[in-house]
């Protein structure tokens, strides 16, 4: 709090309890014991006070109103305090959640794409995060064996190859076993449902 501040929340004292009496020196001493905690956080504190059935009607001790307070210092922000949106399906997310959840949200964005474009309907995006990291990967390399199946124009063919291929590489990368067999189940976008 800045010197105003407490000043100000004197003031605030005052105005509920009549015999709370600020001059300089109390001023000062009470600057120098809430300065370093955050002005709101003590207003609140005085506000909770002020209700109090039992010492509402006492002139709140600085040891109260600082209870279980952190000072501004002292607040440390830790990973789990940090939430971001994914910005593909919106899912509020920690810090520790986003590294999981990126990769797999954006595999299942793009199954859900070719389902729409080769299928014309959605998947079922639920199931495929409850699969386990194998039988997701399956499941993503199937569907783009089966896109490569449906798709008439080479160029995209290719891509959709590309696509595999990478997924491939980096499952090998990661000490996923994967079958050489180009076509891992192509229909299995079907029977994930
Ligand atoms: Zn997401």
């Given at each position: 709090?800045?010197?105003?501040?407490?000043?100000?929340?004197?003031?605030?004292?005052?105005?509920?309890?009549?015999?709370?009496?600020?001059?300089?020196?109390?001023?000062?001493?009470?600057?120098?014991?809430?300065?370093?905690?955050?002005?709101?956080?003590?207003?609140?504190?005085?506000?909770?006070h002020?209700?109090?059935?039992?010492?509402?009607?006492?002139?709140?001790?600085?040891?109260?109103?600082?209870?279980?307070?952190?000072?501004?210092?002292e607040?440390?922000?830790?990973?789990?305090?940090?939430?971001?949106?994914?910005?593909?399906?919106?899912?509020?997310?920690?810090?520790?959640?986003?590294?999981?959840?990126?990769?797999?949200?954006?595999?299942?964005?793009?199954?859900?794409?070719?389902?729409?474009?080769?299928r014309?309907?959605?998947?079922?995006?639920?199931?495929?995060?409850?699969?386990?990291?194998?039988?997701?990967?399956?499941?993503?390399?199937?569907?783009?064996?089966?896109?490569?199946?449906?798709?008439?124009?080479?160029m995209?063919?290719?891509?959709?190859?590309?696509?595999?291929?990478?997924?491939?590489?980096?499952?090998?990368?990661?000490?996923?076993?994967?079958?050489?067999?180009?076509?891992?189940?192509?229909?299995?976008?079907?029977?994930?449902?």
């Open positions: 709090m800045t010197k105003n501040e407490v000043k100000t929340f004197m003031l605030r004292v005052k105005s509920y309890y009549q015999s709370f009496i600020i001059d300089e020196f109390k001023t000062n001493e009470w600057f120098n014991a809430l300065k370093d905690y955050d002005n709101s956080e003590v207003n609140k504190r005085f506000e909770e002020l209700q109090s059935e039992t010492y509402g009607q006492y002139i709140p001790q600085i040891s109260y109103l600082t209870k279980f307070l952190k000072k501004v210092g607040k440390k922000v830790t990973p789990a305090d940090i939430f971001i949106n994914c910005s593909i399906c919106g899912k509020r997310l920690s810090l520790q959640e986003q590294e999981d959840h990126y990769d797999r949200c954006h595999d299942i964005d793009y199954i859900n794409w070719l389902s729409e474009k080769y014309g309907k959605p998947i079922n995006k639920d199931k495929y995060w409850e699969l386990e990291d194998t039988a997701f990967y399956r499941a993503f390399l199937g569907t783009l064996a089966w896109a490569m199946e449906q798709e008439s124009n080479v995209k063919q290719e891509m959709y190859n590309n696509i595999y291929q990478d997924v491939k590489l980096c499952l090998q990368g990661k000490g996923h076993e994967i079958r050489e067999d180009r076509a891992i189940e192509p229909t299995i976008i079907n029977s994930i449902e």
